[in-house]
């Protein structure tokens, strides 16, 4: 079966333009880390798109998903905020074994081209609960099952402490992104800026 083309691919807001670049990027990875208020902002950061009618998958690994600021930001531009946020399809996985599953097997059957966020997923992978062994093994399956859907993946990397033996596991999964940001603080406002360009 034909994968499906790219659904109206959008034109980023000119923030996310360090991680995205100012057209509409290739399929691949685009990764984003920072501050813990990084979920909150991009999702806000993308209100221009949602409004011009850009639909996308948010799977919201780190329960960060914020409606309430996303909606603000689409307010201030005059538009509908349940309107554009309707453009968003939330899946919220409660365990590293269902976020594979929701990578790995669900999206594939759902996707038909819109670009996709996968939302803080450390905190399920830095899970003690779970032993090394089958947290690593889920982490090479979530980064095969993104390379093999020709999306443009976004994954936002909330920095955080990791647990012994698992410290390289946030740079192993941003080494595979085509471009990677970071989300400063620039005095009052909060900026992506290019952390590290990928051929």
Not at 27 to 50: D, E, K, N, T, V
Not at 53 to 63: E, V
Request: aromatic share 8%.
């Amino acid at each position: 079966m034909p994968l499906p083309p790219a659904v109206n691919p959008p034109l980023w807001p000119r923030a996310l333009h360090p991680m995205m670049g100012r057209a509409g990027p290739e399929p691949g990875i685009y990764a984003a880390a920072g501050l813990a208020c990084l979920p909150s902002w991009f999702l806000s950061a993308l209100a221009p798109a949602l409004v011009d009618g850009t639909r996308l998958f948010w799977i919201d690994a780190g329960n960060g998903f914020d409606a309430y600021g996303a909606g603000y930001a689409i307010r201030r531009l005059g538009a509908d905020a349940r309107a554009a946020l309707r453009r968003v399809e939330l899946a919220r996985p409660f365990n590293l074994f269902q976020l594979e599953t929701m990578v790995c097997r669900k999206l594939p059957g759902l996707w038909r081209g819109e670009p996709v966020v996968v939302s803080d997923p450390f905190p399920m992978l830095y899970d003690e609960d779970v032993h090394i062994r089958d947290a690593r093994r889920v982490l090479t399956r979530v980064i095969e099952g993104m390379k093999a859907l020709p999306a443009v993946w976004m994954v936002l990397s909330v920095e955080r402490p990791a647990p012994r033996g698992r410290e390289s596991w946030a740079r192993e999964l941003l080494s595979h992104a085509r471009h990677v940001a970071r989300l400063e603080s620039a005095g009052e406002r909060l900026r992506l800026a290019r952390a590290r360009p990928r051929g």
